[in-house]
């Protein structure tokens, strides 16, 4: 994450987690602001109550659904990159490919930290250092691998290949038209070629 202050997590009981599982769901379907508490006890079957004292509010339901999706990605990605190896563009386009399984799988209505953003851009929201620190890292990462593969300029690289990526990660959401991280791979494969 970014260097702001990580924000407060909880301890999951069963109850949060079968609560926390049907917000998340729900967050990402209908949206955020659309799903109220009283659908997110109705179908993880627990009660209202239940849902405050283990949670204290909507707010920290919201930051415990991003946080599991940005650990679930980071660990998703985190494999992908191992088995790509050492050879730097392989590093960065193995990214991409983690990418368009990830989208495929888990995120056929785009980024979830998009999609929040959307609906959460008040700097004091406790989700908001979270959904940005998640593209803080994003960022860094391609930096990083940028600089791994040599380019003459990797923090303009790195915001290249952020932009192709998260670019391909809206047009993925929004169906403007097939396989754009296939499409937006492709692209970085010609950045990288010509450092």
């Known amino acids: ?14 109850g949060a987690r079968r609560a926390l599982d049907a917000a998340s769901r729900l967050f ?9 508490v009283d659908l997110i006890a109705a179908e993880a079957g627990v009660t209202k109550k239940t849902l405050y004292d283990r ?12 946080a599991a ?4 990605w980071r660990a998703f990605l985190a494999g992908r990159l191992t088995e ?36 959460i851009s008040d700097p004091a929201h406790p989700a908001f250092a979270l959904i940005t620190g998640q593209k803080a890292w994003m960022l860094g990462l391609f930096t990083d691998l940028a600089r791994e593969a040599g380019a003459k300029d990797p923090d303009t690289l790195g915001r290249t290949l952020m932009l192709l990526h998260e670019g391909a990660l809206v047009a993925h959401g929004l169906n403007v038209f097939p396989d754009a991280l296939g499409a937006a791979r492709d692209q970085a494969r010609s950045l990288l070629a010509t450092g």
């Not at 999706?69 to 679930?72: A, G, M, S, V, Y």
């Open 84 to 119: 790509a190896g050492a050879e730097p563009d392989a590093r960065v386009l193995a990214v991409f490919d983690a990418s368009r399984v990830w989208a495929g799988e888990h995120s056929t209505r785009g980024c979830s930290m998009v999609n929040a953003h959307a609906e």
């Open 1 to 14: 994450m970014s260097s702001t202050t990580a924000p407060h997590r909880i301890a999951m009981t069963p």
């Open 69 to 72: 999706r940005d650990e679930q």
């Open 55 to 66: 949670f204290g509010s909507k707010d920290q339901i919201v930051v415990e659904y991003l």
């Open 28 to 36: 990402y379907e209908r949206g955020i602001h659309a799903v109220g």
